[in-house]
């Protein structure tokens, strides 16, 4: 089992739809949790951060469900600018941050 | 501005040939990661690095791979007899100051010819 699984995508969707990503991890031991946007052949930024409470930025929610070990990410209102790779990373401890493969977005107006 | 700067942007070697990477922190923090991503997939942990010292390291870095920190500044990724298969970007980053955060810089990109 991979570290980090993400869907691949591509998510092609409409300006103004929501989306949503979900992502899975395989070590239960992990202590932190994060959603990076990469755009093409950029490096990583990060997005937010991700509690088990679950956090809400602007437009972006993220949730956590550590029984499950599984992670997403909602989009809302999605804008032409919110195109690119979405990476969720996993921190297994000791800093060491796992990255899953990314899922692109493609936002259409 | 990036909180981190790497040089080369681009470099394009032969096989076999040793390559220097360089990452320079616009501040002074004790963690250092460097990360690949070869082109189309992820990105992959190669190797931290903290207090001058590794710290981790996966099983991609092996002994043609090497860190440093020559002088206490700049913080360089060796890999002494390249191959084909180490063409990818790759991003030095340190950590933020809330757990498990990452900054990348805007990465080297090393094509072995």
């Known amino acids: 089992r991979k570290e980090v699984e993400q869907d691949p995508g591509p998510f092609n969707v409409p300006e103004g739809a929501t989306v949503a990503f979900n992502c899975t991890y395989s070590n239960s031991a992990s202590q932190s949790f994060f959603w990076y946007r990469q755009d093409c052949r950029k490096e990583p930024k990060l997005l937010m951060s991700?509690?088990?409470s679950g956090n809400e930025d602007g437009r972006f929610t993220a949730q956590l469900n550590r029984a499950s070990q599984y992670i997403s990410l909602l989009i809302r209102d999605s804008k032409l600018s919110d195109s690119a790779t979405y990476l969720c990373?996993?921190?297994?401890?000791?800093?060491?941050?796992?990255f899953g493969a990314g899922t692109r977005l493609t936002v259409k107006p | 501005e990036p909180e981190v700067t790497q040089t080369p942007s681009h470099q394009v070697t032969q096989m076999g040939q040793e390559v220097i990477l360089r990452c320079v922190p616009i501040s002074n923090h004790l963690y250092f990661y460097w990360y690949r991503q070869i082109l189309g997939q992820k990105v992959e942990f190669l190797v931290s690095?903290?207090?001058?010292?590794?710290?981790?390291k996966s099983e991609i870095f092996d002994d043609q791979f090497s860190v440093e920190r020559p002088d206490g500044s700049n913080f360089t990724l060796k890999i002494r007899s390249t191959k084909l298969e180490d063409s990818a970007m790759y991003f030095c980053a340190k950590a933020g100051e809330n757990t498990g955060e990452l900054f990348f810089g805007e990465g080297s990109r090393l094509t072995v010819l």
């Open positions: 991700v509690y088990s």
């Open positions: 690095f903290y207090n001058n010292e590794i710290s981790e």
């Open positions: 990373a996993v921190n297994i401890g000791n800093n060491d941050m796992r």
